[in-house]
């Protein structure tokens, strides 16, 4: 579905074991053949194209095993081509109080290729990028070396099954491999954590009648910790996912919606979370927005599952599949210039005649913001038009400070232009040093 152009690769290896691959990575080192990590290749930013051409190593057929489940320590232990769907139907059979986070990424997408690029998923204002998630890794590195990172890394032989509980307090080489795109090593195990399922669980639904009235209520509610997650949209987001197509905004709509899934452990803990909820609304109205809270799940009644699909996750959301074609800016973002984000992206999308479909959220207790423009197109009618625009969104976007993730190379190549000089440097000297033959995954960042 991806803008970036297609290549293809002169070979696919599907493997079964972290031996065959030691081999396939000495033999490539030698003869200087690229080799491409691919788990599902739900990335959206054509991070599993093979430029160059090469081998393109699918770990999603065969190395897909949910190798362990730690229930004291809540960690789940996986290959890389475990999916969403996998796993959620794995935890709900066999651990019911147990969960994972999800993304709006379909059941069919890789847990670990999200984690290991910083994913945001529906416990994201609680606990942040998906890369904080990860307990540890196996890796595979340039030279066939198998490694092991974490709390798994005492010794010599496998590591002990319960021994993947911690990232810290070690020097962090964990960081090697994370948002690297494929380009250190092969990751053939992850360690991610798992959260304790709560037996209540409510969705609230917000309209936002100013424009930007979102922006400060997002910036209190991620302080507040009484939600796991917001989903802040453009209005005609709401409008696709009940099932119109090319929606307009009409005047006097909210041009904001927000969908946030709660849970508590009683229902008076949820009445308390409620009322501060309503709190934050009362206070902020008070100080000029107009914000309205409704009951999400009386709101899903009128539009069946439609409307559960956008929080009942992992599922295949309506208005992301609909067209051939999909790509965006996603970004984290300062959520102090949320404000800024909304009104200069809403120009461009009505200066290009494209409906708005923003994607904001709260991080990690408020530290920190999502800001992520989403472009839906018909492949091969409309992509020209609709890239233009994404260029000129992410250029304002990068210009406030975003800083996009599962980065394409032509968005690396203009942030370079911005990056200091001396992350440039280290970054250069880290990738020629795990990789200095340029056989993983080669072109991504521009290397
Ligand atoms: C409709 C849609 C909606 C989405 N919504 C969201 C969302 O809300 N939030 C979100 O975070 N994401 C979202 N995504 C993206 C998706 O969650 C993740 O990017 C995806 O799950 C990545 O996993 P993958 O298996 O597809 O990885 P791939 O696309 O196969 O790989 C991703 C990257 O990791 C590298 N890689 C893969 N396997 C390995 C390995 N074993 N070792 C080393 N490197 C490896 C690849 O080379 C590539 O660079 C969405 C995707 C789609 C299609």
Request: charged fraction near 20%; hydrophobic fraction near 40%; include cysteine.
């Amino acid at each position: 579905m991806t803008e970036n152009e297609p290549h293809m690769p002169d070979f696919v290896v599907i493997p079964e074991s972290v031996d065959q691959l030691v081999l396939l990575i000495k033999f490539c080192n030698q003869n200087l053949i690229p080799i491409v990590p691919y788990s599902t290749g739900n990335n959206v930013g054509g991070l599993t194209i093979p430029d160059c051409g090469g081998i393109i190593v699918d770990f999603g057929k065969k190395m897909n095993r949910i190798i362990n489940v730690d229930e004291n320590m809540m960690y789940a232990v996986l290959e890389p081509g475990v999916t969403f769907g996998q796993l959620n139907k794995f935890l709900t059979k066999k651990y019911p109080h147990l969960r994972y986070s999800y993304p709006n990424a379909p059941p069919y997408a890789g847990v670990v290729g999200n984690a290991l690029l910083s994913g945001m998923t529906n416990l994201g204002a609680k606990i942040g990028s998906m890369a904080d998630s990860i307990n540890g890794l196996e890796v595979i590195t340039s030279d066939g070396d198998v490694t092991r990172i974490g709390s798994c890394f005492y010794g010599k032989g496998e590591a002990e099954a319960d021994s993947w509980w911690s990232r810290y307090p070690m020097p962090d080489l964990l960081g090697l491999f994370i948002n690297f795109q494929g380009m250190t090593g092969l990751v053939t195990k992850c360690s991610v954590q798992l959260w304790p399922k709560e037996p209540i669980e409510k969705a609230q639904l917000v309209l936002f009648f100013g424009l930007t009235d979102v922006a400060p209520f997002l910036r209190e509610i991620g302080k507040a910790d009484i939600i796991n997650d917001i989903a802040a949209f453009s209005v005609e987001v709401a409008k696709m996912e009940i099932g119109i197509p090319e929606p307009k905004r009409y005047p006097g709509e909210p041009p904001y919606t927000a969908v946030m899934p709660m849970s508590a452990k009683t229902e008076k803990q949820m009445e308390a979370k409620l009322e501060i909820l309503e709190n934050i609304i009362d206070d902020l109205n008070k100080k000029g927005t107009n914000i309205h809270l409704i009951n999400y799940n009386e709101f899903s009644k009128l539009f069946n599952l439609k409307a559960r699909n956008i929080y009942d996750l992992p599922s295949q959301i309506l208005s992301l599949h609909e067209y051939s074609g999909l790509t965006w800016f996603g970004a984290y973002a300062p959520s102090h210039k949320f404000e800024e984000l909304i009104e200069k992206t809403d120009e461009l999308y009505y200066k290009h005649d494209v409906p708005p479909y923003n994607y904001i959220k709260i991080m990690k207790g408020g530290h920190y913001g999502i800001f992520r423009p989403i472009f839906r197109f018909k492949k091969f009618t409309d992509q020209e038009r609709i890239v233009k625009l994404l260029e000129e969104i992410v250029d304002v976007c990068i210009d406030l400070g975003c800083i996009p993730y599962k980065t394409p190379s032509w968005i690396t190549a203009k942030m370079r232009k911005k990056i200091n000089p001396g992350w440039l440097k280290l970054f250069e000297k880290i990738k020629n040093c795990m990789d200095p033959n340029n056989i993983f995954n080669p072109g991504r960042w521009n290397t």
